[in-house]
């Protein structure tokens, strides 16, 4: 998940089928640890839109350009 093409956006899958009666959380401690990451964000001043439309404003080829993704490992050049 270190190149262009490890950061989502498979919009040709469709929509995503939810089973009826499916438990939003199959694992408890799944449930624990979201419960106490919600809890964290609202108490840590985070504000999530921002962070999300500053994520949003950037150019998806900046990426590529600056050299973000060699920060995670990968090598930004090889494709």
Known sequence: ??????????????????????????????????????????VSGLNLGAALNGLEQRHP???LVDGSQAQAGGDAGAM
């Not at 956006?9 to 401690?29: D, F, K, N, S």
């Not at 624990?32 to 990451?37: D, E």
């Open 1 to 42: 998940m270190d190149r262009i093409d490890g950061t989502g956006g498979m919009q040709i899958r469709g929509t995503v089928e939810i089973a009826l009666g499916e438990p939003t959380v199959l694992i408890p401690w799944h449930g624990r640890a979201l419960a106490l990451g919600l809890a964290l964000m609202d």
């Open 61 to 63: 080829l900046n990426c």
